[in-house]
Nanobody, 124 residues
């Protein structure tokens, strides 16, 4: 089992920045990828960014590419998401996730572990 705890959500204005953290504990060796997803009211959960545990390589979904950065601190077992140049459409609950396989983090349905979520609100 892997436990994920997010922090760092809050409110920002358009063009502002926030940093989310995800602390992982438990059998983290089980995870081949870590990711951030988000879900806005009335919408499906969508992928934001992925970081692969083997080599630290990253992948960004189109809606955030160039604005968000995913990173990790292995010593702290923590994954971060830096959100820059925020837009009102970034408003959502953001979820940290872990997947057992290299392809697991591309789709929400393939995720093995979820955090409880943290809210991000961007005002215009």
């Amino acid at each position: 089992q892997v436990q994920l705890v997010e922090s760092g959500g809050g409110s920002a204005q358009t063009g502002g920045s926030l940093r989310l953290s995800c602390a992982a504990s438990g059998y983290t060796d089980d995870s081949r990828c870590m990711a951030w997803f988000r879900q806005a009211p009335g919408k499906e959960r969508e992928g934001v960014a992925i970081i692969y545990t083997r080599d630290g390589s990253t992948y960004y979904f189109a809606s955030v590419k160039g604005r968000f950065t995913i990173s990790r601190d292995n010593a702290k077992n923590t994954v971060y998401l830096q959100l820059n140049n925020l837009k009102p459409e970034d408003t959502a609950d953001y979820y940290c996730a872990a997947g057992r396989h290299f392809t697991s983090c591309l789709e929400a349905r393939d995720i093995s572990y979820w955090g409880q979520g943290t809210q991000v609100t961007v005002s215009s």
